[in-house]
Each structure stands twice: as C-alpha cells, then as structure tokens.
C-alpha cells in the first residue's frame, strides 16, 4: 500500500489547518507535513495513528487513490460573501464539497436520482428574465415558494447543509461533471435569508459560466456576478407582477408593511425592500431611510416573523440511504464498508454530517431493526 500525499493534504484542508497547525497537533516538524504531503517521506505508523486522530479520518484513507468522481469536481465555485471569505475557508468548503461528490457518485450506482432538468437560458438574458423562464419551465405559476429546497431536488440539483467554520460562508455551489450541488451553512438559522442564498446559488447556476476560475475575476466582475444572482432570487422568489399587487394592497412604505409580505413571500424584509427599490416602487431616498430604521430597531439579523418562516431541509440523501438500509441492501456497517471500497473511506459522522443525515443514523452499534425505527420515530 502506497501512502497517498494528496489526500493527507485534503483531509488538512477538510479540517481547516495550516501545514504548523497540523504539525503542531502531531508533534512533528512542519517540514515533515510538506514532505509527506508531497510524497519525498512517508510517515511512520506513530505519525500516520495521530494524523488519523486528528483529521478524524479513517487510516485506510490516506493509502486510497482520489476516486474517479473526484476528477470531475473541477472549474468554478461560488461563495456567498466571497469577498469576505479567506482562501483557507474557502478550500475547506471545497474539499468538503470534494466528498459530497464521491458519495454522490457511490450512492448513484444503487439509486436512480432525479436527472437535471433546466431550460435552455438564452446568452444575454437578464436575471428577471431567467427567473420567469425557469418558473414557467417547472410550472411554478406567479405565488410564493415555500418548498424551494424539494423544487430544486426534484430537478436533479443535490442540496446539502451543514455547519461551516466560519459565518461569512452563507451558501456556495459547485458544477460536478452534468450535475449542481449546493450547501447551505447551518450557520444561519433564519429560514427566510436561507431561502434567499438557495435561489441565489440557482441565480449562479442558470446564469453564469461554471468553467473559469472565479479568483481570477475582477472585484468589479465579481460584484457583478452577485448583483445578478441576487437579482434572480428576488424575481424568481418574489415575481414582480405578483409582488406589485401585493405592495400597492399593503401600501409599503412603512416597514410593518414589509413585515406583511415577508410572511407571505418568504423573504426577509430587507430582500424585500431591496426588491422594491429596484422596482422602482419607492424611490432611492424612501430606500435608504427605510433601511436606516432597519438598523435602528435592530432588525438586521433579528426580524419580525423568523420564527414564523421555515425552509424543509433537503431529503434526497437521506430518503436514498434509508432506503437502502429498509430495503437490505445494506447495514450501515457495509454501507460504509462499501464507500471505502469505492474509494472514499469516511467515518460514519462525517458522512452524516456532509449529508445533512440525523445523527446517528449511520452508527455501526445500532442494529438494523433498531436503526430504521430511530430513523421512523424521528420523522
């Protein structure tokens, strides 16, 4: 068995640390981390026992070759508050999605999932018009979304969630050969924003090009590329037919008015005064001193109606995995048996992390029988 450098670096990269961090928590040298990373040493079974404990990997990983899947995760990824996220956050998210993207590809060899299903957005269409075009194509109608995540599963976009290390990361997307997968932070717990950076990903995904690197974009491309996929979440969330009637039936000015439409719209009234602003229904003066009270009874991150507005995690991975396990095509002990033969030797919380599972779900000292009536008992 040959130990792989690469995926010593990805597990780090997973982790979050820096070649010292590493070092430092192994008790080796800094230099050693480079040399096993890139291939000039091997470690000794001291060193490979504490890099298993610390990356929370299993040993086996480090001797696996990167599976084919993994090739395919390539070209751009977007991050919401790209601007404000270090490189070290961000190859954190992308290894992660890395990952999501091998079990994705183990999982699709047992179960058919929804194949993608997006129009054919014309080169030059504005972000209102892709929104309309989409909501046409998947028979949506003009009213609001209040099942975005299971619209987009449906579609053959895989949606996950999880905690991220750090709260600038909202939400970020990435292209894996013919398929989209999207991961929103559990960081934020307010339903209504998080429905929002879900259409905003959809806004990347049906309006921009998925094979350049964004880091090499201008600040001024970049901004630009956020203004119009937040310009598509808004009109796609929020159409502006609908949205006038609503308005005008409110009279919305005062921000108890967008308090109103948020609970119907499920956007936070911040989306929504950004919304009319760029409708031109209230002018950039009305803008700008609504959104100053805004501030002033601190409705920035806490909002009338949160607790009210809830947005259903995604179920794709999860209605796969419990079928195979109800159906005993598996124990969770050969499923992860089975995705370290593919290639991708996890543990079994990491797995359930990345996807989103309920915790637990795949531990290897829970009877199948058992397992599956947690699982029932839990929904």
Same mark, same amino acid.
């Given at each position: 068995?040959?130990?792989?450098?690469?995926?010593?670096?990805?597990?780090?990269?997973?982790?979050?640390?820096?070649?010292?961090?590493?070092?430092?928590?192994?008790?080796?040298?800094?230099?050693?981390?480079?040399?096993?990373?890139?291939?000039?040493?091997?470690?000794?079974?001291?060193?490979?026992?504490?890099?298993?404990?610390?990356?929370?990997?299993?040993?086996?990983?480090?001797?696996?070759?990167?599976?084919?899947?993994?090739?395919?995760?390539?070209?751009?990824?977007?991050?919401?508050?790209?601007?404000?996220?270090?490189?070290?956050?961000?190859?954190?998210?992308?290894?992660?999605?890395?990952?999501?993207?091998?079990?994705?590809?183990?999982?699709?060899?047992?179960?058919?999932?929804?194949?993608?299903?997006?129009?054919?957005?014309?080169?030059?269409?504005?972000?209102?018009?892709?929104?309309?075009?989409?909501?046409?194509?998947?028979?949506?109608?003009?009213?609001?979304?209040?099942?975005?995540?299971?619209?987009?599963?449906?579609?053959?976009?895989?949606?996950?969630?999880?905690?991220?290390?750090?709260?600038?990361?909202?939400?970020?997307?990435?292209?894996?050969?013919?398929?989209?997968?999207?991961?929103?932070?559990?960081?934020?717990?307010?339903?209504?924003?998080?429905?929002?950076?879900?259409?905003?990903?959809?806004?990347?995904?049906?309006?921009?090009?998925?094979?350049?690197?964004? /880091? %090499?974009?201008?600040?001024? &491309? $970049?901004?630009?590329?956020?203004?119009? *996929?937040? +310009?598509?979440? @808004?009109?796609?969330?929020?159409? /502006? %037919?609908?949205?006038?009637? &609503? $308005?005008?039936?409110?009279?919305?000015? *005062?921000? +108890?008015?967008? @308090?109103?439409?948020?609970?119907?719209?499920?956007?936070?009234?911040?989306?929504?005064?950004?919304?009319?602003?760029?409708?031109?229904?209230?002018?950039?003066?009305?803008?700008?001193?609504?959104?100053?009270?805004?501030?002033?009874?601190?409705?920035?991150?806490?909002?009338?109606?949160?607790?009210?507005?809830?947005?259903?995690?995604?179920?794709?991975?999860?209605?796969?995995?419990?079928?195979?396990?109800?159906?005993?095509?598996?124990?969770?002990?050969?499923?992860?048996?089975?995705?370290?033969?593919?290639?991708?030797?996890?543990?079994?919380?990491?797995?359930?992390?990345?996807?989103?599972?309920?915790?637990?779900?795949?531990?290897?000292?829970?009877?199948?029988?058992?397992?599956?009536?947690?699982?029932?008992?839990?929904?």
């Amino acid at each position: 068995m040959q130990f792989n450098g690469m995926r010593l670096r990805k597990a780090r990269y997973y982790n979050g640390l820096s070649v010292d961090e590493l070092a430092s928590k192994i008790g080796v040298k800094k230099q050693s981390i480079s040399q096993f990373e890139s291939g000039k040493i091997n470690p000794s079974t001291e060193s490979l026992w504490a890099m298993s404990r610390e990356l929370h990997f299993p040993m086996s990983y480090f001797f696996q070759n990167d599976a084919e899947s993994s090739d395919k995760v390539k070209g751009t990824t977007y991050f919401r508050s790209l601007i404000n996220t270090s490189k070290k956050y961000r190859q954190e998210q992308i290894v992660k999605m890395e990952h999501v993207a091998a079990i994705y590809s183990f999982l699709n060899t047992y179960i058919v999932f929804p194949k993608i299903n997006l129009p054919e957005i014309g080169e030059g269409a504005s972000p209102k018009e892709a929104a309309k075009i989409l909501r046409r194509y998947w028979n949506l109608g003009n009213g609001p979304i209040t099942d975005l995540i299971q619209i987009m599963e449906k579609n053959g976009i895989i949606v996950t969630t999880f905690k991220t290390t750090s709260d600038n990361i909202d939400a970020f997307s990435h292209k894996y050969d013919d398929l989209f997968i999207v991961v929103l932070s559990q960081n934020k717990s307010v339903a209504a924003r998080s429905f929002f950076d879900a259409a905003h990903e959809l806004g990347h995904i049906v309006l921009h090009d998925w094979y350049e690197d964004i /880091e %090499e974009l201008s600040h001024e &491309d $970049f901004k630009q590329r956020e203004k119009e *996929a937040n +310009e598509f979440a @808004a009109s796609f969330l929020c159409p /502006e %037919e609908s949205f006038r009637i &609503d $308005f005008n039936a409110t009279r919305g000015n *005062a921000l +108890e008015s967008y @308090a109103i439409l948020k609970r119907k719209w499920h956007m936070s009234i911040e989306a929504l005064l950004y919304h009319a602003n760029r409708l031109k229904l209230i002018t950039p003066s009305q803008y700008q001193y609504s959104y100053r009270v805004l501030h002033k009874k601190g409705w920035y991150r806490n909002e009338p109606y949160d607790d009210m507005i809830t947005l259903p995690p995604p179920t794709l991975f999860h209605d796969a995995i419990k079928l195979l396990l109800k159906e005993n095509i598996f124990t969770t002990i050969t499923l992860m048996q089975s995705l370290e033969d593919s290639g991708c030797a996890m543990n079994y919380d990491q797995v359930e992390m990345l996807l989103g599972l309920p915790e637990g779900m795949l531990a290897p000292d829970v009877s199948y029988t058992s397992n599956i009536l947690e699982i029932n008992r839990r929904e």
